[in-house]
């Protein structure tokens, strides 16, 4: 069965360090999203991206975020300069139609520890 | 704005009882609506999900959700728990409207006992 991919697993940095969280979307899929999950609250949406940029973004998507799809394949979210308030589990996700009515996959996520 | 509230943080069910996890949504519209599980360690997987139709909908490992349009809800029910449902549920909705992204309530953390 396909699935979304995420690496790695549990990245703990320090504060003021640059973070690459990475994703391998489904291959026919066309819409890839992050969003991220601070302990104990609720999944909140970062970004949507469709053919080659940014969708949609939240208030959370700051200028210290960005995505890219380097590649056919990699779905990635880069934090500029980590803070404290960034630790968070960080989930790819995406869909193959131009509804809700496609499926979201999501993958199982990429924990982030700030110190 | 479009919400999502799931009243319940934390709900303990004894194994083979029934099970309902609520859930209200404040839209514009009649939105989609999605119940999603997150197992320990694990990514979100669909339960199931309403677009229209009939209200019941059946989803998988049992689930299934009833849409009530006049209380803003989609309660998730299953009706014998097992052991291995124990969780991270979480209730999303969305709009018919390109890639709007969904909008996920704070979850609903089940445990389940012997």
């Known amino acids: 069965e396909p699935e979304v991919t995420q690496t790695p697993s549990h990245q703990v940095t320090q504060m003021g360090q640059e973070v690459i969280l990475r994703c391998v979307p489904i291959?026919?899929?066309?819409?890839f999203y992050w969003y991220r999950q601070i302990l104990g609250q609720k999944v909140e949406f970062l970004v949507s991206?469709?053919?080659?940029?940014?969708?949609?973004k939240s208030e959370i998507f700051d200028d210290q975020f960005s995505v890219e799809r380097p590649d056919g394949s990699n779905f990635t979210l880069k934090i500029r300069s980590t803070k404290l308030e960034d630790s968070a589990m960080y989930f790819c996700?995406?869909?193959?139609?131009?509804?809700?009515?496609?499926?979201?996959?999501f993958g199982e996520g990429s924990r982030l520890t700030v110190l | 704005a479009q919400s999502v509230t799931q009243p319940d943080i934390h709900i303990t069910v004894s194994e083979g009882a029934s099970l309902e996890l609520r859930c209200n949504y404040s839209y514009g519209a009649t939105p989609y609506l999605f119940w999603y599980v997150q197992s320990p360690g694990q990514g979100l997987q669909l339960l199931l999900k309403y677009f229209s139709g009939d209200t019941l909908v059946q989803g998988i490992k049992g689930f299934e959700a009833e849409f009530k349009r006049s209380q803003s809800s989609f309660n998730l029910r299953k009706p014998s728990v097992h052991w291995s449902d124990a969780a991270e549920y979480f209730c999303?909705?969305?709009?018919?409207?390109?890639?709007?992204?969904?909008?996920f309530g704070k979850g609903t953390r089940l445990s389940v006992i012997a």
């Open positions: 991206f469709y053919n080659n940029e940014i969708s949609e």
């Open positions: 999303a909705v969305g709009l018919y409207s390109g890639n709007t992204p969904l909008v």
């Open positions: 291959s026919n899929h066309l819409y």
């Open positions: 996700a995406s869909r193959a139609g131009t509804t809700n009515t496609g499926e979201l996959f």
